[in-house]
């Protein structure tokens, strides 16, 4: 299930902040609480020593404790700053004990042991309800007098234990009053951040079939936003275009098709409203017969253009001489070139092989050669070239006709476009302004170039590259 961006962010900001939030106060309490346990172990030990110095200054081995004269009620007073004393025989038996204490401090025999056998042993309890920290000192270590004896140092841990609770809930209350304010700032930072996006999905709802003319004006204070809402426009500009140039073409397309079908719609009314003899029905079925030819040449052309539209032209490239194909075409073609008085030059130049479609490269030569041979006046001349280069092969066709119109050379290649509408009807040049289209979509299925150009001295030249190795394998 899909989920707000808005949310996410904050989600993921706040979490992202209060994982560091809880990291920096779990490092800070134990380090807290590691500096307290140092320095108060620091404490007892010195307490140590100067209690055990003090014990055993007496010559013959007695021993006291050097207490403050505190009454009692000053006693309770400073309680957490009492440092409890006791000594033991490592027996386990009490021989001694601060001032103010009422009872015995809390005693392992284990630790005892260890501690009368010169060693320092430290230990957490509990005295009198409060957490203590305890240390057992060996008083050996200060004559043999003592050999026996253990000196026990106990230090309340109630303010520690106070101060890490104090500064943790304090961390605790900073860091839930962070990460509410984290969230409503990623919240409202989110929500600023993606406003510019709804203003965009708003205007582009708002943009159908009829309005493609329209733009995304949506304010974006953000070079990121901007360069959106520009690409989102050209995109818009290229759906724009593409739609009315399929508006176009499916109006062309249609005037194309009904033209061959009105005329053989008149055909066969004239010959059906009274019986006439056979070469009167000849003529007639040979007037459709060309109609028909016509209406599947335009048929097969927009097929083959649909093709190329969808990226579904199929190729089958394979090693092919382009002059052998060009000499194939040339030949076919020499009978409506000599009818016109035209004379067909052909200049091969280097190797000429190219990984191609046999069956659509003929195509393209024949559109080339048979689009010069019908807008080129009679007596005219028209140069097929084709030359090797070290990756491509140049096939192009000039002739010394009327050229393109300067002002249309870049439309040359649109489905039905006619350099001269008024002779686009005419028995000379009876074309269906798809040839050149068709060119472009072949070249293009193999991943190469074309060209359209008016030659200086009049004519016009028209130049397909195709590849050595075919780009796109059908």
Do not use: C
Request: glycine content about 8%; aromatic content about 6%.
């Amino acid at each position: 299930m899909s989920r707000s961006f808005r949310v996410q962010l904050a989600l993921r900001a706040t979490a992202t902040i209060a994982l560091a939030l809880v990291v920096i106060s779990v490092v800070s309490v134990l380090g807290l609480a590691s500096v307290l346990d140092r320095d108060l172990d620091a404490t007892i030990l010195n307490v140590a020593t100067i209690q055990a110095a003090s014990l055993t200054d007496g010559p013959l081995g007695e021993m006291h404790f050097h207490d403050w004269e505190l009454t009692p009620a000053e006693a309770e007073s400073v309680r957490d700053l009492v440092r409890y004393a006791q000594v033991w025989q490592v027996e386990g038996v009490s021989l001694l004990r601060s001032q103010y204490m009422t009872g015995d401090l809390p005693l392992e025999l284990a630790y005892l042991d260890r501690a009368g056998a010169g060693e320092l042993v430290w230990t957490d309890a509990t005295f009198q309800d409060i957490p203590v920290r305890v240390l057992y000192f060996p008083l050996e270590r200060l004559g043999e007098l003592h050999e026996r004896h253990v000196l026990q140092v106990a230090a309340p841990l109630s303010s520690r234990n106070a101060l890490v609770s104090q500064v943790g809930l304090f961390l605790t209350l900073l860091s839930v009053g962070v990460i509410a304010s984290m969230f409503a700032g990623s919240w409202w930072l989110a929500g600023r951040a993606i406003r510019p996006v709804h203003e965009v999905i708003d205007q582009a709802e708002e943009i159908g079939a009829k309005s493609l003319e329209r733009r995304i004006q949506a304010y974006a204070d953000t070079r990121e936003y901007r360069r959106l809402v520009d690409v989102l426009n050209t995109m818009l500009s290229r759906i724009e275009s593409a739609f009315e140039g399929q508006r176009q073409f499916t109006a062309d397309a249609s005037h194309e098709l009904r033209s061959p079908l009105t005329a053989m719609r008149g055909e066969l009314e004239l010959a059906l409203r009274r019986d006439r003899d056979a070469p009167e029905y000849r003529r007639v079925l040979g007037s459709t017969l060309e109609e028909v030819v016509r209406l599947s040449r335009i048929t097969e052309d927009l097929l083959t253009l649909a093709r190329s539209d969808s990226g579904v032209l199929l190729t089958r490239p394979e090693p092919v001489e382009v002059a052998g194909i060009v000499d194939r075409v040339i030949e076919k073609l020499r009978g409506p070139a000599a009818a016109k008085g035209l004379e067909v030059e052909q200049s091969m130049v280097g190797d000429t092989t190219a990984e191609v479609d046999p069956v659509l490269l003929g195509q393209v030569v024949w559109n080339l050669v048979d689009n010069a041979i019908r807008f080129t006046p009679r007596g005219g001349r028209i140069r097929v070239t084709a030359q090797g280069s070290d990756g491509h092969v140049d096939l192009a066709v000039e002739d010394s006709g009327p050229g393109f119109p300067e002002d249309r050379v870049d439309r040359v290649f649109d489905r039905f476009f006619q350099a001269d509408p008024a002779r686009s009807r005419s028995e000379e040049a009876p074309g269906t302004g798809l040839g050149l289209a068709i060119v472009k979509g072949v070249a293009e299925a193999h991943g190469g170039e074309v060209d359209a150009t008016n030659l200086p001295g009049g004519g016009a030249r028209v130049a397909v590259r195709f590849p050595r190795h075919s780009a796109v394998k059908g």
